[in-house]
């Protein structure tokens, strides 16, 4: 008993004085530079940025809150602001294959001014246009050439009408076509005077007739050809006169881009289709009669030709942009990613073309960085499939989710793809990056660089006033009221109850900024100038307040009775035992009764919860382990004769973890040595197979669990809980639990070992062996091993009768 100790106050919470810090508010403070505790992070960080090799991508992990997304944009911002800005991409008409767009590489800025150059270009080109075809020269010589074509046919018509006079016939045009028919003194025989002629006279003029509707024939078969020859001649007219409207204009554009050989190479295509498609640039009155290749250009839904072919679908703009590009997708779908083709409705159908192509995330960062949740990415249907098949093939090819699993039949795009230089940066938790790396054979190969971030970093005297530079530098950046330093020294505070430990700070800053900014609302709501500890206690109290309905309804049912707790008198094979509960982001301890019953047996400990499927396989394995404690120490030579059962009281959902191990085992020695325990204590700690307590989670919302039950009843000075002595490191318990631990009314007991629990438990001594090997007369040990004694000889003895009975 010499061995037990208890837990002072300033044992229980370690406070952080405002004394210590050489400032009033934290207006005084300076910015903060760097980033604090995550040198591993940042330098993983740096590394996948200053890289240039296949493959290595960044992972940031860590858990939520910890800053992964602003340190790495902050990084990556940085280090975009000192890269040259990457060049422009566009997608124009492919005139020889309109279903495959060209892409085009621009220097900066110069896809929007190519894009205005081709809008001037078309609304310059058909000003040109109309007036070269209304203008007088070009109305005379395509009147020539049609006045050519005129003369011609009709030197052909009055050539057959003479050799017809000469033989006394006439070419007459009837509803039919053209006919000969005889003449007589200058006038057409009608039918009856030309049957009345001789039989002889007949015949030769049959014979004239024959011949010339031969020769007729043979005219009318010239004329089609003598038509092609003049539509030819005014196509190539029109291709002159054109040429030369246009020819000017095109080529003060390619000036201008002279220096790229695929601009280049698009506007002579340009000019090209211009020349083919005159029409298409004339009001209907001012268009040429002749034909053209152009009946087969898609039309608008009002009738008129199209000119979007000309225009220039500018994909990636950069005319604004200074340094690469830094892109957060917040939406990360197959298509804001890869990109997509879009349709347009016309005339109950839907189409498309190269200027409905729209952009993905990839293209928008191309030639920076890209930053993606991945849990987002992985949840989203074939997005990350699509983004894998990018970085290895270095290109962005765009193609619909239909087409790509062959769902889909019709004509679609099939877009130029656009070769990349990105840098990925994935944010995720850790179980998905050792999920992804342990499941997907590609991971490894394209996300070569972890940055592992971590939750905690030493509490020490540096660091704190770190701490507090960061809590100033936060306020200024969010527009807060400044910080007094005892409100600083409650942030530190808070923080290390954060991480769960009173010797380091949290590094969750989402859960700092909100305590900042809740603590400011309060501060504004008490008209202080300054944030104080009053303040941000009073934000604490209120988020508590907010989430903790539940854990109020337990202790309340607890006090009502509903919930069997003990808090005072003794008990055999009774001990409080202590739990955590969480409900989202808040967790709570409550107490529950843990039970334990034997009788002679088998060797077996039965764990109830198991047997129904609500032991956990944490939980079960804590069981066995006290099983086989038990049997080493009290019965080695011996079988272990008894049947035990443990189970927790009025509980209806799955129990998991091995924290209550320690308190199931002292349940059962108590039960064994028929010796009560304390009920006005409760024990938390998991047990080795050596008897050693070991550290468990969760211990300052077990302790304040069993005082609020406690005190709820009126506090005797009696009650307390038992800890493991590796978790007084982590005490940063409640100022109310601290004030009634400095009064005497509430007690921590560290133990290291379950004797020391024992005791504690039973008031009685554990007991060690002596020399002899036995345990001294009286104590729990003792006991214990008795008690296993008499049952392994009341069993031997049992067995001997029944083999007797059975000979």
């Not at 600083?488 to 900014?517: F, G, N, P, W």
């Not at 047990?687 to 919302?701: R, T």
Request: aromatic share 6%.
């Amino acid at each position: 008993m010499a061995n037990i100790r208890e837990l002072k106050a300033e044992e229980v919470y370690r406070r952080c004085d405002p004394a210590q810090f050489p400032f009033q508010t934290t207006e005084e403070l300076d910015e903060l530079q760097g980033i604090i505790g995550q040198p591993r992070a940042v330098a993983a960080i740096r590394f996948g940025i200053g890289i240039d090799s296949e493959g290595y991508n960044i992972f940031a992990l860590g858990a939520s809150g910890t800053g992964k997304h602003s340190i790495m944009r902050q990084f990556l911002e940085d280090r975009a602001a000192r890269e040259p800005t990457p060049p422009d991409w566009c997608y124009v008409n492919n005139f020889a294959q309109p279903h495959r767009p060209r892409a085009l590489r621009l220097p900066p800025g110069m896809g929007v001014q190519l894009r205005r150059d081709m809008e001037r270009l078309v609304e310059e080109v058909r000003t040109v246009l109309s007036a070269a075809f209304e203008s007088d020269d070009y109305r005379t010589r395509r009147q020539v050439i049609e006045e050519e074509f005129k003369e011609r046919q009709e030197k052909a018509f009055e050539s057959l009408r003479q050799r017809a006079r000469e033989r006394g016939l006439a070419l007459i045009r009837t509803p039919v076509g053209l006919v000969f028919a005889p003449l007589r003194d200058g006038e057409v025989m009608q039918p009856d005077e030309f049957q009345k002629l001789p039989e002889e006279e007949r015949k030769r003029i049959e014979q004239d007739v024959e011949v010339l509707q031969k020769e007729l024939q043979d005219v009318v078969q010239q004329i089609p050809r003598w038509e092609r020859e003049m539509r030819e001649k005014i196509r190539e007219l029109d291709h002159e006169v054109a040429n030369f409207a246009v020819g000017h204009l095109i080529e003060e554009v390619r000036e201008k881009y002279k220096q790229l050989p695929d601009v280049i190479a698009y506007l002579n295509d340009v000019q090209q289709d211009i020349l083919e498609h005159v029409r298409d640039f004339l009001a209907p009155a001012e268009q040429p009669t002749s034909p053209s290749p152009a009946e087969s250009t898609p039309r608008s839904p009002a009738g008129s030709p199209s000119l979007r072919r000309y225009q220039v679908n500018v994909l990636v703009d950069h005319s604004k942009s200074n340094g690469a590009p830094v892109i957060y997708e917040d939406n990360p779908t197959y298509q804001n990613l890869i990109g997509r083709v879009e349709h347009i409705a016309q005339m109950g159908a839907l189409v498309t073309d190269f200027n409905l192509i729209k952009p993905g995330a990839l293209h928008r960062a191309n030639g920076g960085y890209l930053i993606l949740d991945a849990r987002k990415v992985l949840m989203q249907p074939y997005a990350w499939e699509g983004l894998k098949r990018v970085l290895r093939s270095h290109q962005i090819r765009i193609e619909s989710l239909g087409e790509m699993l062959s769902l889909v039949s019709t004509v679609s795009l099939e877009p130029e793809p656009i070769p990349i230089d990105v840098k990925v940066a994935l944010i995720g938790d850790r179980l998905l990056y050792y999920l992804l790396s342990e499941l997907d054979p590609d991971f490894g190969e394209l996300f070569k660089v972890a940055a592992d971030f971590n939750e905690i970093i030493d509490r020490n005297a540096d660091n704190e006033m770190l701490y507090a530079q960061l809590i100033g530098t936060l306020a200024r950046k969010d527009g807060l009221r400044p910080f007094d330093r005892t409100a600083v020294a409650r942030v530190i505070e808070y923080s290390s109850r954060l991480a769960e430990d009173a010797e380091k700070l949290s590094t969750r800053m989402q859960s700092i900024c909100d305590l900042l900014h809740e603590a400011n609302y309060w501060a504004g709501e008490n008209g202080h100038e300054a944030v104080t500890a009053a303040d941000v206690q009073q934000a604490i109290d209120a988020q508590v307040y907010r989430v903790d309905r539940v854990r109020e309804r337990i202790q309340e049912e607890i006090l009502r009775g509903t919930i069997l707790i003990d808090t005072d008198g003794e008990r055999i094979g009774q001990i409080n035992g202590l739990s955590v509960i969480q409900l989202g982001n808040f967790s709570f301890g409550r107490p529950s009764r843990i039970t334990a019953r034997v009788r002679m047996g088998k060797g077996e400990v039965i764990n109830i919860e198991r047997e129904v499927e609500l032991s956990g396989p944490i939980h079960s394995k804590g069981v066995l382990i006290m099983a086989s404690f038990l049997g080493s120490r009290y019965v080695a030579d011996r079988p272990l004769s008894l049947s035990a059962s443990l189970v927790f009281e009025q509980s209806y959902s799955g129990v998991e973890g091995d924290s209550a191990s320690s308190a199931e085992l002292y349940a059962l020695i108590s039960a064994i040595a028929q010796v009560p325990i304390k009920q006005s204590l409760a024990v938390t700690g998991s047990v080795n197979q050596h008897g050693q307590i070991q550290a468990i989670g969760g211990v300052n919302e077990k302790i304040e669990g069993f005082f609020d039950a406690c005190k709820a009843r009126g506090l005797t000075g009696e009650q307390g809980v038992l800890i493991p002595t590796s978790n007084v490191k982590h005490l940063m318990l409640r100022s109310d639990v601290v004030e009634a631990i400095a009064a005497g009314q509430f007690h921590i007991y560290p133990v290291d070992t379950v004797d020391q629990g024992i005791e504690i438990l039973t008031g009685i001594p554990a007991g060690k062996r002596d020399e002899t090997g036995q345990y001294p007369e009286g104590t729990v040990n003792y006991l214990v091993e008795k008690r296993l004694a008499e049952l392994a000889e009341r069993r031997k003895e049992e067995s001997e009768s029944a083999r007797e009975e059975e000979e």
